[in-house]
């Protein structure tokens, strides 16, 4: 694991030099996955390098992990309430449906969701900018195989560090920085709702989508359920459609 870390830690400064920028910026949920990539970027640019909260009605229990994350990796933090603003824009879009009749009940917790995921795309945009920074992913192997990312939310970003990893091997890596130990056990959750939880909403475990993209046999049941996420979401991870006029 040290060689890993020291391989993707050279690889994050070569992304930097190569984009001729600062440095690195990472939204830190409270979450594995974010608080890996916070210790990384740090050690990557202990000088230049930024993690952002930005909480939406976010559990205390979710800010204090965030918070902690903060503190055990020494770097820079910046907390960017977007609560009163998601409220804001999602009640002026509803209002706006609503008056037209044709507002979708069914489809109303996913989009707020990945309203929120959004907003928070665009907050760390505007620091990079600022920063003159690169905005880094926390998708890991079994995410990104299955599509579990919002689209222009947590899916926009410059770089992803550890795209490569499964989920227990992020598990690993974190206890090998120093990650508190109560994120490395706690149950995945994009914090998309009250009680959300990664592996409720999808209807399988990390554990079975790991060993499937591994090559390992699972429960037919798991495995129909990843190839159909897979499947579903190939528009995430494919280049986009372009139409081209004919010569």
């Given at each position: ?15 930097v ?11 830190v ?11 990384l ?19 205390p ?86 599509g ?7 899916g ?92």
């Amino acid at each position: 694991m040290e060689k890993q870390v020291e391989k993707i830690v050279q690889w994050l400064i070569e992304q930097v030099e190569k984009a001729g920028v600062n440095g690195l910026i990472v939204g830190v949920s409270g979450g594995l996955d974010s608080a890996v990539v916070a210790h990384l970027i740090k050690r990557a640019f202990p000088d230049d390098s930024l993690g952002v909260l930005m909480p939406i009605h976010t559990s205390p229990a979710n800010m204090t992990h965030a918070n902690n994350v903060i503190e055990s990796c020494g770097i820079n933090g910046m907390t960017v309430d977007l609560s009163e603003t998601h409220e804001i824009l999602y009640s002026q879009i509803k209002t706006k449906l609503n008056d037209k009749n044709e507002f979708r009940e069914k489809n109303d917790q996913l989009a707020g969701a990945n309203l929120r995921a959004r907003l928070r795309m665009s907050t760390l945009y505007t620091l990079a900018t600022n920063y003159n920074y690169l905005v880094v992913g926390t998708d890991n192997a079994s995410e990104f195989y299955t599509g579990y990312f919002t689209k222009y939310g947590d899916g926009g970003v410059d770089i992803l560090p550890i795209v490569d990893f499964t989920k227990q091997e992020v598990r690993e890596m974190a206890a090998y920085l120093g990650v508190p130990a109560e994120i490395v056990s706690k149950k995945p959750s994009a914090d998309l709702w009250e009680d959300q939880t990664d592996e409720d909403e999808m209807g399988t475990t990390y554990d079975k989508i790991d060993a499937y993209i591994t090559g390992e046999e699972i429960p037919e049941k798991d495995k129909e359920i990843i190839e159909k996420m897979h499947r579903r979401t190939a528009h995430k991870r494919d280049p986009l459609p372009q139409f081209k006029k004919k010569k």
